[in-house]
């Protein structure tokens, strides 16, 4: 009967409850399932290495590979899922850990060979909103989106009725991560705001869920990034703000995680606002926290290579901006997969930087390479087109004079744009001191424009 409770408990999220059950038991009672259930509460407390422990007791190997993927060890809990015969909970668990480092292909390989019919609704729900945010890291949005509503469907009919709201809650929150990833934030806001309305559903219905603060408190720094992006300055401190407070009053599990996640986010909006040397102590703070938390397995790499990366951007001197670049750069090499407009951009800008610091040819090629392959996917990313521009030129002056052509007609495709005249003629500005018979020609046809 104890056994039951404790069940009762672990499925309802109440791991507190589940773990004063647990330490009751006698004795001869404590068996694998009892090890088991040992190790589900103490992971579900962030006890990590204690829940990996009791697992390793239990003899439990898709246990003891959540602990390690937990933990941070990725590759070892892969190795612990290959020894074992796939059935289709152990397929949805690797594809998770797959689509966690990047390798985004071959998760969705593995959850196409799963059928969905055969899993149990609670169980349904993480498959559905797993493929929904592999697509999503593809940019295939109206395919995820169809996951995603399936998603929300399943979790009507799932038996755990205490923690619904923040499943729906959760699926919200993707949604809208999905719409800030592809720039239409105010989409992005509508789901936030379904997202805090579930929150506070979950909050009416069941307070007493392990962690509940941590839920809420990454779905304000979420929102309140996008509301940085939309420049929307009031808003976007008014959900750090609140944030922050959860963090002093209710204080999630993992408290540093979330005072690095608090001063990132505030970095990205100081960094909006153009309030640069806010944002580069920021940065500083959350980068110093990060890695500790990733040697420890605690944080995700790729939350520490965002930091040194923005943290890069900011600073003057070059010896510290390549040390962080060197940071970045391996590890959104890995993640490409997951984000590709994102971290193609990221691995182009820093190419270009490293070029300009460097004054080396291979970065620059590098650059225009990576921001080809980024402007294939978006052809209307003038950034990147700008960017690419910029590459060419410096390449062109280190010698490479057959990219002539290639500047000349980039020039002429920014200008049927005629989105920024202050940068082609900055552009031409600069090029006129090189000698090129055509620029004089290009500038007649641009000043009225620049005029206007």
């Known amino acids: ?105 071959k998760a969705l390989m593995l959850l196409e060979s799963i059928n969905p019919e055969q899993l149990k609704p609670s169980v349904r729900v993480e498959y559905e909103t797993l493929y929904a945010d592999l697509l999503s890291f593809q940019e295939k949005i109206e395919p995820a989106f169809q996951h995603y509503q399936n998603a929300l469907d399943f ?41 805090k309305e579930q929150m506070v559903l979950q909050k009416q219905s069941d307070l007493l869920i392990s962690d509940l603060s941590s839920y809420e408190i990454e779905l304000l720094l979420s929102s309140a990034n996008c509301f940085g992006n939309m420049e929307d300055f009031d808003q976007a401190h008014q959900d750090l703000h609140q944030a922050y407070s959860l963090w002093l009053q ?16 505030s970095g990205l909006i100081w960094m909006n606002e153009g309030k640069e040397n806010e944002a ?16 420890q397995g605690l944080d995700k790499e790729e939350h520490l290579a965002r930091s040194a990366y923005y943290l890069a951007s900011l600073l003057d001197d070059p010896k510290e901006k390549l040390a962080l670049y060197a940071i970045s750069e ?15 951009s990221c691995l182009a800008d820093i190419e270009n930087e490293r070029g300009r610091l460097l004054d080396q040819s291979e970065s620059y090629k590098k650059a225009i390479e990576l921001y080809t392959q980024l402007l294939k996917k978006h052809p209307d990313d003038l950034l990147a087109k700008e960017s690419r521009l910029i590459a060419m030129i410096n390449l062109w002056q280190k010698g490479e004079k057959e990219l002539e052509e290639a500047i000349q007609k980039e020039l002429g495709e920014l200008y049927e744009w005629d989105e920024d005249p202050y940068f082609l003629y900055s552009v031409c500005q600069y090029l006129e001191a090189d000698g090129l018979a055509w620029i004089a020609e290009f500038q007649k046809k641009l000043k009225p424009a620049f005029d206007a």
């Open 250 to 265: 209710k204080p999630p599990f993992q408290k540093k995680y979330f005072e690095a996640r608090i001063a990132y986010i």
């Open 280 to 295: 580069i102590r920021a940065f500083e703070h959350a980068f110093s926290i990060q890695q500790v938390l990733v040697k």
């Open 1 to 105: 009967m104890n056994d039951q409770k404790i069940e009762q408990a672990l499925n309802a999220l109440h791991f507190e409850e589940a773990e004063a059950l647990l330490q009751k038991q006698k004795d001869e009672k404590k068996d694998d399932n009892y090890w088991l259930m040992r190790s589900k509460a103490a992971r579900g407390l962030y006890r990590l290495d204690e829940a990996l422990l009791y697992a390793q007791k239990a003899k439990d190997k898709v246990e003891i590979a959540k602990c390690l993927f937990a933990l941070g060890k990725v590759e070892e809990a892969l190795h612990v899922l290959h020894s074992l015969k796939k059935n289709e909970g152990i397929k949805l668990v690797e594809a998770s850990l797959l689509g966690e480092i990047g390798q985004v292909k």
């Open 330 to 344: 391996p590890i959104f090499e890995q993640r490409v997969e997951k984000e590709p407009s994102f971290y193609l």
């Open 155 to 195: 979790v009507s009919l799932c038996p755990a009725k205490n923690w619904k709201p923040l499943r729906r809650m959760l699926i919200e929150h993707n949604m809208a991560d999905v719409f800030e990833q592809i720039e239409e934030e105010k989409l992005a806001q509508l789901h936030y705001a379904k997202a």
